[in-house]
């Protein structure tokens, strides 16, 4: 049973630029969220997809934008790069109903130069 | 108005002996869920432990236990016979109703010493 996977693992990009990352839930899970973690900080949340619609969105700007495919894998996009973006984005998978246990993929740290 | 509250940036407990991490919470909902996670160095959230606001029983995962306190709205995490593998960043989390995102701590940063 495969579990939460992210892609890129790492990776650095400048100022401004965008970024496109990426989520595969675990198997049987329909709800993603993404997480940013600056560092020595706990995870904040961003957003979070369910049905390919976001359901609910933490106090991050509309560079941050994100997407749920039919399989339940999403993106999060970042538009228009600042330093302070640098940090781990967590992906977590849930079920849809209840209050229920996520589980976390490895992660991917963006360092923005 | 902070959700999570963790109190103790860092800890050291010797190997083999049992250590208590410290959470506290902070909702007026009745149903919600709490949660423990580790994070190595790597960056992986590891999920340890889950406790359910209308269980009973304290939550135990082998090493792992739960002490839940719902009138003290405290959720503190035993970890027994403390391996050097715990080191690691423990965050605990609330999640309250259904479908609500994770709130997490600021974290407790656990070394073991040999």
């Known amino acids: 049973d495969a579990g939460v996977t992210q892609s890129p693992t790492h990776l650095i990009k400048t100022r401004g630029q965008q970024v496109t990352l990426r989520c595969s839930p675990k198997?049987?899970?329909?709800?993603v969220s993404w997480y940013q973690q600056a560092l020595g900080q706990g995870p904040q949340f961003i957003f979070q997809y369910y049905e390919e619609e976001e359901r609910q969105r933490g106090n991050f700007p509309d560079r941050f934008s994100g997407h749920q495919f039919p399989n339940y894998s999403s993106e999060l996009n970042v538009n228009a790069l600042l330093l302070g973006d640098s940090a781990l984005y967590l992906c977590?998978?849930?079920?849809?109903?209840?209050?229920?246990?996520?589980?976390f993929g490895q992660g991917t740290r963006l360092t923005v130069v | 108005a902070q959700k999570i509250t963790q109190t103790q940036p860092g800890m050291f407990v010797q190997e083999k002996e049992a250590v208590t991490l410290d959470c506290t919470y902070d909702t007026s909902d009745q149903s919600y869920g709490l949660f423990w996670y580790k994070q190595p160095s790597s960056g992986e959230m590891i999920f340890l432990i889950y406790q359910g606001s209308y269980d009973e029983q304290n939550a135990t995962e082998g090493r792992y236990s739960l002490n839940f306190q719902k009138a003290r709205k405290s959720a503190n995490l035993v970890i027994s016979a403390s391996q050097l593998g715990d080191s690691a960043m423990y965050f605990c989390?609330?999640?309250?109703?259904?479908?609500?995102?994770?709130?997490f701590g600021k974290g407790t940063r656990l070394s073991v010493i040999a």
């Open positions: 198997s049987g899970h329909d709800t």
């Open positions: 977590a998978s849930s079920l849809g109903q209840g209050v229920t246990e996520a589980f």
């Open positions: 989390a609330m999640r309250e109703l259904r479908d609500t995102p994770l709130v």
